[in-house]
């Protein structure tokens, strides 16, 4: 508290508790599944991790900025045939530019 005086850090409470809920609600939802076979919750958890992203999405957790970034990227990597292209075209200069 006493460091937020000086500098202040404005942390968005409504993305951390939008990440705690879904998180809590995905760890319930696992332990319905633990009487079954191991490959079933293997498959269910995997899926549940899979769908994570997609559920903050519905949750309004994405910022729209973050959202066509999202699209961008999807954009570039989607096509198989292009990735030697895409990798090629890679710099980490990209990434710090992107970064602010």
């Given at each position: 508290?006493?460091?937020?005086?000086?500098?202040?850090?404005?942390?968005?409470?409504?993305?951390?508790?939008?990440?705690?809920?879904?998180?809590?609600?995905?760890?319930?939802?696992?332990?319905?599944?633990?009487?079954?076979?191991?490959?079933?919750?293997?498959?269910?958890?995997?899926?549940?991790?899979?769908?994570?992203?997609?559920?903050?999405?519905?949750?309004?957790?994405?910022?729209p900025?973050?959202?066509?970034?999202?699209?961008?990227?999807?954009?570039?990597?989607?096509?198989?045939?292009?990735?030697?292209?895409?990798?090629?075209?890679?710099?980490?200069?990209?990434l710090?530019?992107?970064?602010?």
């Open positions: 508290q006493q460091s937020q005086k000086y500098y202040h850090i404005s942390y968005e409470i409504k993305k951390v508790m939008i990440i705690l809920g879904l998180s809590i609600m995905i760890y319930f939802l696992t332990l319905i599944f633990n009487p079954f076979t191991p490959v079933v919750r293997t498959v269910f958890k995997f899926t549940l991790i899979l769908s994570f992203p997609f559920l903050l999405y519905l949750f309004g957790f994405y910022d900025i973050e959202i066509e970034r999202i699209k961008g990227i999807w954009k570039k990597w989607y096509n198989p045939t292009q990735w030697p292209e895409n990798i090629r075209n890679f710099r980490i200069k990209d710090e530019d992107d970064a602010f």
